[in-house]
C-alpha cells in the first residue's frame, strides 16, 4: 500500500535557525507531491506542489522543496525560520493510480521560539 | 473568488446518530474530495466525487457515504455514530478529477460524538 513517512512528529527552533523537513513515499510509479501547512486555526493551504521538471521547487513564504526520485523523498526547506512559521506541516503524494486521492503524511508540528 | 465552505462548523452528535455535512466548493471547480482528520490516523481519505459520481473510496465502513449534486455541492454522510467518529472532517476541491491538479481545502467541519 502506498504511505508517505514524516520523520519528525515536533521540531522546535528558535527564530532564524534552518529547517528541513523530512518526507518519503512509498510508491514507485509516477508522483505528484505536495506540502500543505495549517496555522493554528487556520485551513490546509497549498505551500507547493511538484507535477515535474525541475526537481527543485519553490513555493510561498520562502519554502522550498526538493524532489530526490532516487530517495523517494520530498523535503521541505527554509533558510531562516519565523515565528509566524509555527504551523503542522503535512507531506501529500497523489500517484498515477489514485487520480484525486491524496495521501498523507502523519504531520510533523513546527514550534518556532521568538 | 470565495473559498471552500463547509458547514456546519461544529456538530455535537451522541452515538448511534445520523449526520450529514455540507461542502460547495470554489466556484467552477468540479471535484469534491473529502477527508477524516484525526490526532492518531492523521489524514485519511474518505471519498472523491467528479461529476455526480464517485470516482474513489478510502476504506472507511460503509456507514460512510456521500454525494454531488448537478452544482457540485457535495454533502458526506455518517450513519449510527460511534465515538471514535469524532474528528475534523475536510472537503477539498479542484477543477478537474485529475492527479495533475490541485487541492483547495475548506476549513473543515468539527464533529463530536457523545
Known amino acids: 500500500a502506498q504511505s508517505v513517512s514524516q520523520h519528525n512528529h515536533h521540531v522546535i527552533l528558535s527564530e532564524a535557525a534552518s529547517l528541513e523537513l523530512g518526507c518519503n513515499y512509498s510508491y514507485g510509479g509516477t508522483v505528484n507531491l505536495f506540502w500543505y501547512v495549517q496555522y493554528p486555526g487556520q485551513h490546509l493551504q497549498l505551500l507547493l506542489k511538484y507535477f515535474s521538471g525541475d526537481p527543485l521547487v519553490k513555493g510561498i513564504k520562502g519554502f522550498e522543496a526538493e524532489f530526490i526520485k532516487s530517495k523517494f523523498s520530498f523535503n521541505l526547506r527554509k533558510p531562516s525560520v519565523q515565528w509566524s512559521d509555527t504551523a503542522e506541516y503535512f507531506c501529500?503524494?497523489?500517484?498515477?493510480?489514485?487520480?484525486?486521492?491524496?495521501?498523507f503524511g502523519k504531520g510533523t508540528k513546527l514550534s518556532v521560539k521568538p | 473568488k470565495a473559498g471552500v465552505t463547509q458547514t456546519p462548523r461544529y456538530l455535537i452528535k451522541t452515538r448511534g446518530q445520523q449526520v450529514t455535512l455540507s461542502c460547495s466548493p470554489i466556484?467552477?471547480?468540479?471535484?469534491v474530495s473529502w477527508y477524516q482528520q484525526t490526532p492518531g490516523q492523521g489524514l485519511q481519505f474518505l471519498f472523491e466525487y467528479f461529476s455526480e459520481t464517485q470516482r474513489n473510496k478510502g476504506n472507511f465502513p460503509g456507514r460512510f457515504s456521500g454525494r454531488q449534486f448537478s452544482n457540485s455541492r457535495s454533502e458526506m454522510n455518517v450513519s449510527t455514530l460511534e465515538l471514535g467518529d469524532s474528528a475534523l472532517y475536510l472537503c477539498?476541491?479542484?477543477?478537474?478529477?485529475?492527479?495533475?491538479?490541485?487541492?483547495?481545502f475548506g476549513p473543515g467541519t468539527r464533529l463530536l460524538v457523545l
Open positions: 477539498a476541491s479542484s477543477l478537474r478529477w485529475s492527479r495533475e491538479e490541485t487541492q483547495y
Open positions: 466556484s467552477g471547480h468540479r471535484s
Open positions: 501529500a503524494v497523489n500517484a498515477q493510480r489514485s487520480q484525486g486521492n491524496l495521501i
